[in-house]
């Protein structure tokens, strides 16, 4: 079976969702429920057998290691992390616990184990590591996309801390020979994002009749993948990739963020006409910038399809189409969302082990 962190997060539970609809290997999938953990998107496998959810953090070391010697994981697929740039402005604090120290201890608890294995169990084990693009920081409008030799440059504490675990991953091939993978990609968009993101935020608070904030002029361009070519892409290089590489992932979709305001609005004018005729257009309102915030991000991904043929499916037309038609077409999850009933299903049903 495989090991995957953070599988009730956006990013998470859809590549959990897709290993089991696409396979029968078994899944362990720990994740500490924070607010951004969202135990309802896990419901349809709440009587397979393949799934097994744990409530645990990754910087719990007699708890990974327990993982470890319990299920006998094959390969680790590590998506846990706080993963929201304007909460790691306001407190980063918690950015450095779980991206730096629960990698660290992940990593670590992951070597112990693979020090037992021996033959083929070893040579065949994986530690792939899911990371972001923001750790190369932000080009300029002119500047060549990001490479897997682009030189480290992150600006926020949370590009920080995924750039400093990014660093023990590589290290832990470096030193130790631990079979590591490591992705970056560029922004994920598409079913069960928490809404406190671009497009999910955009969408809800257009269909409540809210202001739609962009921040400073709109310009930040941001490099957009549908989250099933994401997963694709990541079980590709789970069962492709070299260990110690790294392989940027993206869309080859550059756009402004007021551009893709503006998409979504008349997508929602057409699938979701608001009463009256008004343009949903008309509750955009630029507001105050991000501080720090980061101009550009966009990805070369000739490595990931030269080496191992993977490129994304969706485009930026037909991704965002399949979103917005997914958030009309799921209100109840909407709704547990924006309530805030979410959380207590997951009191209700995952109360803490200790
Ligand atoms: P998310 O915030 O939606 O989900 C994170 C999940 O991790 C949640 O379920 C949360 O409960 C869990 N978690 C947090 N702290 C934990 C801890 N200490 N122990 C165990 N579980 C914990 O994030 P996401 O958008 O799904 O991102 C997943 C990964 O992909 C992250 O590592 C992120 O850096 C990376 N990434 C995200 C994007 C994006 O656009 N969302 C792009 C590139 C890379
Ligand atoms: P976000 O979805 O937070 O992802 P990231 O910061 O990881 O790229 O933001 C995407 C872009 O949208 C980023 O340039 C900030 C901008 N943004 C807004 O303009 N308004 C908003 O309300 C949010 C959440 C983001």
New binding site residues.
């Given amino acids: 079976m495989i090991l995957v962190?953070?599988?009730?997060?956006?990013?998470?539970?859809?590549f959990v969702l897709d290993w089991l609809r696409d396979g029968d290997e078994p899944v362990v999938n720990?994740?500490?429920?924070?607010?951004?953990?969202?135990a309802e998107t896990l419901a349809p496998l709440s009587s397979d057998e393949r799934h097994v959810f744990v409530r645990?953090?990754?910087?719990d070391r007699a708890a990974m290691d327990a993982l470890f010697s319990t299920y006998k994981p094959r390969a680790v697929v590590?998506?846990?992390?706080?993963?929201?740039v304007d909460r790691s402005i306001h407190g980063p604090g918690?950015f450095v616990?779980?991206?730096v120290v629960?990698t660290f201890t992940l990593l670590e608890a992951a070597r112990a184990y693979w020090g037992t294995l021996s033959g083929a169990e070893r040579d065949a084990f994986r530690f792939l590591h899911?990371?972001?693009?923001?750790v190369f920081g932000s080009l300029g409008p002119a500047d060549a996309a990001f490479s897997e030799v682009t030189a480290y440059a992150p600006n926020s504490p949370?590009s920080a801390s995924?750039a400093a675990s990014d660093h023990f991953v590589r290290a832990y091939h470096h030193t130790y020979g631990l079979p590591t993978l490591t992705?970056?990609?560029?922004?994920?968009?598409g079913p069960y994002?928490?809404p406190e993101?671009l497009i999910p935020l955009t969408l809800i608070n257009a269909l409540a009749g809210k202001r739609l904030p962009v921040y400073g002029d709109g310009s930040n361009v941001r490099d957009w993948?549908y989250v099933g070519d994401?997963c694709a892409a990541i079980r590709t290089v789970l069962a492709r990739g070299t260990p110690g590489e790294t392989y940027n992932i993206g869309g080859w979709n550059e756009k402004k963020n007021i551009e893709v305001v503006r998409t979504l609005c008349a997508l929602l004018d057409e699938l979701r006409p608001a009463a009256g005729g008004a343009r949903y257009e008309s509750q955009i309102e630029f507001v105050k910038d991000r501080p720090g915030h980061d101009q550009r991000y966009a990805i070369d991904a000739t490595k990931i399809e030269r080496e191992l043929g993977w490129r994304p499916a969706e485009t930026f037309e037909t991704g965002l189409r399949k979103t917005v038609q997914w958030y009309l077409d799921h209100a109840a999850w909407v709704q547990g969302v924006t309530s805030g009933s979410y959380r207590h299903w997951i009191e209700k049903h995952y109360a803490p082990q200790s």
Avoid: P, R
């Avoid at 720990?30 to 969202?38: E, M, P, Q, V, W």
């Avoid at 645990?56 to 910087?59: A, L």
């Avoid at 899911?130 to 923001?134: A, G, I, K, L, P």
């Fill in positions: 962190t953070g599988g009730a997060g956006f990013i998470g539970a859809n720990a994740d500490k429920l924070t607010y951004a953990g969202n645990e953090d990754i910087c590590h998506f846990a992390a706080e993963s929201h918690e616990q779980t991206n629960g899911v990371s972001t693009d923001e949370y995924k992705t970056n990609c560029s922004n994920n968009y994002q928490f993101k993948l994401h």
